[in-house]
């Protein structure tokens, strides 16, 4: 939270001081009140909207990197269950009773990694190999 008001604090003083060089500069030029108050809004609300702009962008851009994450740990999710729903169902056709609970503790924590891990991941970090 202490960052989204320092961003805050941060587009209020540029965007200030933006319209306050504009007044300066504007008035050593010579324009008249009305016309130096027109330029002045418009060219600090050009800024402004830029910087909008920039945020949006940035965010939707976070937004949609998620979601291609989400749906690939979805799908890697539905192929690891598959998979090991076939090595649980060949295990049980040729495996003994040790084997079969070395195979079950290995599904179950599979399984754990699947429900717990990957989906708390902050999005820029991968499981690791």
């Not at 402004?48 to 920039?54: F, K």
């Amino acid at each position: 939270m202490r960052s989204v008001w320092f961003k805050t604090l941060v587009t209020l003083l540029a965007v200030s001081l933006v319209g306050i060089l504009l007044d300066r500069l504007l008035v050593r030029d010579g324009f008249n009140r009305a016309d130096l108050v027109i330029a002045s809004n418009v060219i600090t609300g050009l800024f402004a909207s830029l910087l909008v702009y920039r945020v949006s962008s940035r965010q939707q851009q976070q937004q949609e990197s998620e979601q291609a994450r989400l749906v690939m740990v979805m799908e890697a999710n539905h192929h690891i269950r598959n998979a090991l729903q076939s090595i649980s169902l060949m295990a049980q056709m040729n495996a003994d009773e040790k084997q079969m609970e070395m195979i079950r503790e290995s599904i179950r924590r599979v399984d754990w990694v699947l429900r717990e891990v990957i989906p708390k991941l902050p999005a820029n970090q991968s499981p690791p190999e």
